[in-house]
């Protein structure tokens, strides 16, 4: 009899170690499922967010391919300048080695890429680095990109400022040749605001951790003066 008893308790202890078993299992299948609906999710969500996003922003006419920045002439060598409007070093860059690019560019050597990047916000109270960036991107919608660019450069505030205003942006353009009806809308109306964002994300992406930072053919010019800028281009053309 009790031996009987012992088959059947031992009999239990099996088809209950057995259920344990089946529920673990169909818990460890649904949590599995659940993971797997949740990555796939996630990564049809990334998708769409990143298509998107890479359709949210406005770009001016002349820019380049991807949208990261302004192009001029169409020379064999690429020249990359990554410049913030509010950056002093970037206005002695200008100052220093601007004419010697555009004379590249003339001379059909190179071809130089501007990606006005917003990188000083913090020393501006209104976001000067990227209100002055955007409106050099309504500046190329005007076609008179280097001319503004040029010119804002001539009238950059100081760091830790307001910076210019909306309206002074405006006459800038204005000065330089640009229609003050759709200059000035396209600057009020903070047309490529978005573009700029574009312009900087893409930049830091790139590991550009300051400005000015200058590139020929992808590599960094560490004497960026005019006889360093002239010498870089003419060895990557060869």
Known sequence: MSSRKGQRDAARVVREQLARERRRR???????????????????????WSNQRSDDFTTPPGANADGTGIVTGGGPVTVDVYEDFLCPACKQFEQTSGATLEQLVAENKAKVVYHPVAYLNRFSTTEYS?????????????????????????????EGSAGLT?????????GVGLDQGSFGGCVKDNTYKTWTGHVTEEASRSNITGTP?????GQPVANPTPDGLTAAVAAAGK
Do not use: H, M
Request: glycine residues 10%.
């Open 166 to 174: 909306d309206d002074e942006l405006i006459d800038i353009g204005v």
């Open 130 to 158: 990227t209100r002055s960036s955007a409106a050099s991107g309504c500046a190329a919608a005007g076609g008179k990109f280097r001319e503004y660019a040029k010119a804002l450069f001539d009238k950059q505030p100081p």
């Open 213 to 217: 930072t200058i590139l020929v053919n």
């Open 26 to 48: 169909r818990t460890l299948w649904v949590s599995t499922a659940a993971v797997a609906v949740l990555v796939i999710a996630g990564l049809i969500g990334w998708g769409v």
